[in-house]
């Protein structure tokens, strides 16, 4: 491979020390195809792609891929984990109050931490979360009809 191809998503997965098999080959590419979903979204798509898998085998994986840096998790209060395959920098997110739906929000500034904490308490920061909450736009339009 050259220096300027893309890896594939099996050499990814080999890169990062894990076992490549079909179904994680799948559910990497079924969470970087889709938008912060959840669980069971993840499966079902892992299932459209390979066939069978189990619930078990898809919460295993994901543990290995978050661990490995290849995958995200997010799990805003009151919500169950999400997960997405937009790593490596420092975003945020806004989440819908009514529904649910998650977005990306890119750091309002500068570089990571693109936060100072007030009081860091001697701690190396090197990463903020920042979770915005309100009403996506339709949620929004639905709440003033």
Do not use: K
Request: with cysteine; proline share 3%; charged share 20%.
């Amino acid at each position: 491979m050259t220096a300027s191809q893309t890896p594939t998503t099996a050499e990814e997965l080999r890169g990062a020390g894990l076992r490549v098999t079909a179904a994680r080959v799948a559910l990497l590419e079924t969470v970087r195809d889709g938008d912060h979903l959840g669980v069971e979204a993840i499966a079902s798509g892992v299932r459209d792609r390979v066939g069978h898998i189990s619930l078990q085998a898809v919460y295993e994986a994901l543990h290995a891929m978050t661990a490995a840096g290849l995958v995200r998790r997010i799990e805003p209060a009151g919500n169950p984990a999400r997960f997405e395959g937009r790593v490596g920098d420092n975003h945020h997110h806004v989440v819908c109050r009514t529904c649910g739906a998650v977005a990306d929000v890119d750091c309002a500034a500068g570089e990571a931490p693109c936060l100072t904490a007030s009081d860091d308490h001697g701690f190396a920061v090197d990463e903020a979360e920042v979770i915005y909450w309100g009403q996506c736009p339709d949620c929004s339009t639905a709440t003033s009809s």
